[in-house]
């Protein structure tokens, strides 16, 4: 059984920073991709950063230049480094991995920038 689970979240002025992480309960075989998506209050889903199976990453055009993502396969864990925040940033980030069995997703972690 795999459970994914978000944390770093939290509050921060605009132009700081917080590293996001999320931790796979259980081992994650035949993974394909894993990304970062965010969910603000009245807006859809969107993705912000997907690391692929072949070592590429992937950006929205809004975050490019200011998040990471990165992984720790050791660690089961992959990670979004997100540096001069702004107040469009705020929403809820869901950790996503995607695998040739099955996808998976955390429950989220709130972000709020404040102006």
């Known amino acids: 059984q795999v459970q994914l689970v978000e944390s770093g979240g939290g509050l921060v002025q605009a132009g700081g920073s917080l590293r996001l992480s999320c931790t796979a309960s259980?081992?994650?075989?035949?993974?394909?991709?894993m990304g970062w998506y965010r969910q603000a209050p009245g807006k859809q889903r969107e993705l912000v950063a997907l690391?692929?199976?072949?070592?590429?990453?992937n950006y929205a055009d809004s975050v490019k230049g200011r998040f990471t993502i990165s992984r720790d396969n050791a660690k089961n864990k992959v990670y979004l480094q997100m540096n001069s925040l702004k107040p469009e940033d705020t929403a809820v980030y869901y950790c996503?991995?995607?695998?040739?069995?099955?996808?998976?997703w955390g429950q989220g972690t709130q972000v709020t920038v404040s102006s």
């Open positions: 259980g081992s994650i075989f035949g993974i394909n991709a």
């Open positions: 690391f692929t199976s072949s070592g590429s990453t």
């Open positions: 996503n991995v995607i695998t040739v069995f099955k996808d998976y």
